[in-house]
């Protein structure tokens, strides 16, 4: 299993998407995953808060770290979000956990919130299970 | 209403997230738009197939440019996306459309389309109706 | 293909709770379904308008004829429903129709109508895919 | 406000919808719910397990409760809904509790667990927000 979180840590690593829009991976394993960005200009949207999408791919991103750290390849197959409070600044932490795990389907949560701990968005999704990777 | 429309492309142009992600506006207006993403490098996610953020940006941002299109501000509540097919390539359009618009809730679908017309992923998305803009 | 939707249809019209609720199966095959209510008493809750329960009821047996069309057992993975308008009569129509269908899960979308061909709420749901039964 | 709690109690109490189908309050308040449903005869589809409408309506009953607590009328607006596990016997309890209570939103999860506090479903909706009732 070591070397499974290895490897899994380097595709998590190797996510240029997530590279690109400073989105970054703290912690993850046994369901569970943590990841975090800093509002800067390119994040912003026309009215100058953070993009529906810059939310999206922060919890996405910790959702596909969680569900992928049991050693099998999950890929998303549906997610959905509600956005609460519109942020033009400041860190955010996004916290993914497990809803439920099942042969070939897992849920997750993901609340992502400010730096006050208010949760400014709610996330949900579920990933399809494969093979090990 | 037509100093409205400028007004709107204004901020749509504006969108930084939209703009260093390299998504662009096609069209938009009474209740629908089109918008557009090629994929390249930094679309792409730790398994080399575009990150579900990248889809889901293209989307809202499609949804945006929609549900704005009628002279009041309309802000994202919630939205879902299913997950049809990972593409590592290729130009991928995003068409929304109106399903319903309320007083103040208003609720549009966007498909996104491969070069081929096969649909790779589906979203619905409710913004919330504020004041004129 | 013939015994499988005999076989398909009876399962259906066992169908107890839809049964309970007054809700008739018109039409399914191919990806395709159409489901319908007429509201009484029944379906009303506490402020005489039909209950969100009802509407979802009637869309998701829509989704599971249309879903289980092809010979393949489909379980309802995960659903969601967007309601527009509140009514208290008149025949409500689903009609079901295929989004996609890959290997393990497919995604159907069902409008839900009023007399006036008003769509009154929208839903969308995934299945996973089993055996043939 | 304890005027209120009790009109909207009756109002509760008088959802046909939930009693034609045996789905009874437990206690609700400040943002949160409890709704039981006990599975009979009535509530299996045509492969002898729990329908998905009655998962949802239990959870619909406590979301309804929960986002109506605060001395305001609230709308269901949207929902979603994930099926873990299907059941064909005993008691459901279906826990409502508050995410995010905003002017005009409020979003609500629901947990919907078996006799072995297994969750067995889980839902999410958003409720808007009118006049006072």
Do not use: C, P, W
Not at 3 to 22: M, T, W
Request: glycine content about 10%; cysteine-free; proline content about 0%.
């Amino acid at each position: 299993m070591e070397g499974k979180i290895k490897k899994l840590e380097q595709l998590l690593r190797n996510d240029r998407f997530a590279n690109h829009n400073n989105i970054r991976l703290i912690s993850f394993g046994n369901g569970e995953a943590v990841a975090e960005l800093t509002v800067s200009e390119m994040h912003l949207n026309g009215v100058d808060i953070i993009h529906g999408g810059a939310l999206f791919t922060l919890a996405d991103f910790a959702f596909a770290a969680a569900s992928n750290s049991h050693g099998r390849i999950a890929v998303a197959s549906n997610a959905s979000i509600n956005f609460f409070k519109g942020v033009s600044s400041g860190k955010l932490t996004a916290k993914a956990k497990e809803l439920n795990s099942g042969k070939t389907l897992s849920t997750y949560t993901v609340e992502i919130a400010d730096e006050k701990n208010s949760i400014i968005a709610f996330f949900s999704g579920t990933a399809f299970l494969k093979g090990e990777y």
